[in-house]
């Protein structure tokens, strides 16, 4: 095992711990919690706190270090930016010959990257807004827009799950932001719905800590389910690295 891939496996083991998990999962919700122009003001203002901002930068230090080792450093610079840019990725298969490792004799598939580009230093503010003069967006509106801009390229079977794991660790952190925002604006609609039973629900969105109780309640699993995400993309790039691992060791004994 190089010392690359000894690294990957300490920060992979590192990041199975809970808690900086639950730390960004609290914060995002305080994020989520505020009207859409206000989001980053509030992030900026949470991310003074320095015990708040070591456990975040530490836990995007890692997850970014992750996704970097799964691509090729031959790999085009243009493509990496198209990935991190937009968040959602679809495939279909069929297509020939791959925009990446550039071979032509594997079977590939069409990729489509679409969705909003975004800012997640802003509180997850849609770039375009700054573009139209700061469009004020509502909770249901500020993730999953509809996209008016879009990328493709083809991509082969040797390739695929490198640059989809890629691509899913560039927007892990916006996902479950979104999945946050989704469930916020869900409890929303609830208030003055007779037919929906509000006796495990919170009483209003005012108070940040009962919604992320409630978030974290047996019952409600959001953060249960977006653990479980988090964990299952940490263990397909584990899967990723030791076959990648594997392949170079095979490589240096047919040479001995």
């Not at 409890?187 to 629900?201: A, C, W, Y």
């Not at 959001?222 to 170079?248: C, H, I, P």
């Amino acid at each position: 095992m190089d010392e690359e891939q000894t690294c990957l496996s300490n920060i992979s083991q590192k990041l199975f711990d809970i808690e900086p998990f639950q730390i960004m999962f609290a914060f995002l919700v305080g994020v989520a919690n505020r009207a859409y122009m206000a989001r980053g003001e509030f992030m900026q203002l949470h991310l003074a706190d320095s015990e708040l901002n070591n456990a975040i930068t530490t836990l995007r230090h890692d997850t970014r270090f992750i996704r970097d080792t799964l691509v090729s450093s031959d790999y085009h610079r243009a493509l990496l930016e198209k990935l991190e840019t937009f968040p959602v990725l679809k495939m279909k298969r069929g297509a020939e010959g791959c925009q990446v490792c550039l071979t032509d004799w594997e079977p590939a598939s069409a990729v489509q990257l679409s969705g909003e580009p975004y800012k997640a230093e802003e509180g997850f503010k849609l770039a375009e807004d700054d573009e139209r003069g700061k469009k004020r967006r509502s909770f249901s509106t500020s993730c999953r827009s509809a996209s008016t801009k879009w990328a493709k390229f083809t991509i082969c079977a040797s390739c695929e799950d490198r640059v989809v794991s890629f691509h899913a660790f560039s927007h892990w952190k916006y996902n479950l932001f979104c999945a946050i925002v989704d469930r916020i604006h869900w409890l929303e609609t609830t208030f003055g719905d007779d037919s929906v039973d509000r006796s495990t629900l919170p009483t209003s969105t005012d108070d940040d800590e009962e919604i992320i109780e409630w978030l974290c309640s047996e019952g409600e699993g959001t953060f249960d389910e977006q653990w479980r995400v988090f964990t299952d993309m940490l263990r397909s790039a584990k899967d990723l690295a030791d076959y990648r691992s594997f392949g170079n060791d095979a490589v240096r004994d047919s040479e001995d």
